[in-house]
């Protein structure tokens, strides 16, 4: 009998300190994980624009070879499966298998900006982890680089949380596979459905009817007030627009001139200058109220979990062009307001539903502090948003010609 009590504490005892090693080395993975992330967001808000009337000078060119350098490296044997899962083991403890690990295919939910995405499933094969690899990491001027989300990570680490949820970062790396450099990052996973698709599929699965509309209808009144959370957190003083917000409003007009000027698809190009100008210059006469403002703002960006009526945003590196290096805003909210109002017209929706939709959009976000755009920012956000959707569609075709006729050649 003592012989046997013996056993028993020595086995408990081996047991306790297992654990207390477990949890020891979860700590301490933790600890390196947000001292590498901290060290990260510091870097990486640097890269963005200056303070409202501080010249606008490019981020110290050598901003992005320290982000590199203190990357840790997790490549394995040149493959994207062995490396996440030698990063996963080495940064957060976690051991999965490449059978667990669930490429996301390109599109609205997996995304047009060429970064790969993966979903890191349970032994239910439900996701509960996502994984996102960075190509070309350390060019700042990337549209969706790897320097811009995680400066976007920093402003939404700022917001109250209450209506609109946010993914966060769990573990950053780099890795090297075939020559070619790639950030990894490690997120939690957004609950629900983009809304994209949750629309499309009640259009699908149901007929018109007032129960429709009225599902319809709760999903688009909360996206108005999360939305409104991120337009009305930490607003400033109306003045005219920031200049590097500016910039970019004009590069994407100067992009959409220049496709037009070499075929103009039966667009009137001196009309379309002059009215561009005009909206503009009424924007700019009338000041704007500075705000963050998603940036990209459409139903593909935001999920929606119906059991608990929340909203949570995802791909968030086009935030980094609502705040300067300070924290403090420098967009506005009618880059969002105009341009989700736009993502709303989704085929199949009657326009009895496009209609109310519309109007649930509009309540939601006026309840929760939300302010509405002047005619003036609608006129000119409304023409805006098109210019950048229609270049950018433009562009998606060009390349896909360039590449049907070197086929062929």
């Known amino acids: 009998m003592k012989l046997l009590k013996n056993i028993f504490f020595i086995v408990l005892a081996v047991l306790v300190l297992i654990t207390l090693h477990t949890v020891f080395n979860s700590h301490k993975l933790k600890k ?11 870097l990486a808000k640097q890269t963005r624009p200056a303070p409202f009337g501080e010249p606008q000078k490019e981020p110290a060119p050598d901003i992005a070879q320290q982000i590199e350098d203190m990357l840790p490296d997790y490549t394995k044997n040149n493959t994207f499966p062995e490396t996440i899962i030698n990063f996963l083991d080495k940064t957060l403890g976690l051991k999965v298998t490449e059978k667990q690990i669930q490429q996301v295919p390109a ?12 979903f890191i499933n349970d032994k239910n094969k439900k ?23 995680a400066s976007a990570f920093d402003i939404v680490a700022k917001l109250p ?24 990052m490690a997120l939690s996973l957004a609950p629900g459905t983009n809304l994209y698709d949750y629309i499309s599929q009640i259009l699908q ?18 996206l108005g007030r999360a939305l409104a959370e991120l337009n009305a957190a930490h607003i400033g003083p109306k003045s005219a ?24 698809h039966g667009i009137n190009v001196s009309r379309f200058k002059t009215c561009f100008k005009t909206l503009l210059d009424n924007v700019e ?69 496009y209609y109310t939709l519309k109007i649930a959009f509009h ?13 003036a920012e609608m006129n000119f956000f409304q023409l805006f948003n098109r210019v950048w959707l229609a270049q950018w569609g433009l562009k998606q075709m060009e390349k896909k010609t360039a590449f049907v006729n070197d086929s062929f050649k």
Do not use: W
């Open 161 to 184: 949380n209450k209506e609109l949820k946010t993914i966060f970062i769990k573990s950053i790396g780099k890795c090297t596979i075939d020559t070619k450099d790639f950030a990894i």
């Open 363 to 375: 309540d939601g976000y006026v309840s929760n502090n939300g302010m509405i755009p002047s005619s």
């Open 241 to 264: 627009l920031h200049p590097t917000f500016k910039k970019y409003i004009l590069d994407a007009y100067k992009r959409m001139l220049k496709r037009l000027q070499k075929n103009n």
């Open 285 to 353: 006469k009338q000041g704007v109220v500075r705000s963050f403002a998603y940036g990209d703002a459409h139903l593909g960006n935001f999920l929606y979990e119906e059991k608990t009526n929340t909203i949570s945003m995802i791909d968030l590196a086009s935030l980094h062009l609502s705040a300067n290096r300070n924290g403090n805003p420098i967009s506005t909210a009618a880059l969002d307001y105009t341009r989700m109002l736009d993502s709303l017209g989704i085929y199949g929706l009657t326009d009895e539903e």
């Open 32 to 42: 390196t994980n947000q001292k590498t992330i901290t060290a990260l967001f510091e």
């Open 107 to 118: 599109g609205i939910a997996g995304g047009f900006s060429g970064n790969l995405i993966f």
């Open 205 to 222: 699965s149901s007929h018109h009817s007032a129960k429709r509309i009225e599902t319809l209808n709760k999903g688009i009144y909360q």
């Open 127 to 149: 996701p509960f982890l996502v994984v996102k690899v960075f190509k070309d990491p350390y060019n700042m001027k990337s549209f969706g680089g790897f320097i811009m989300e």
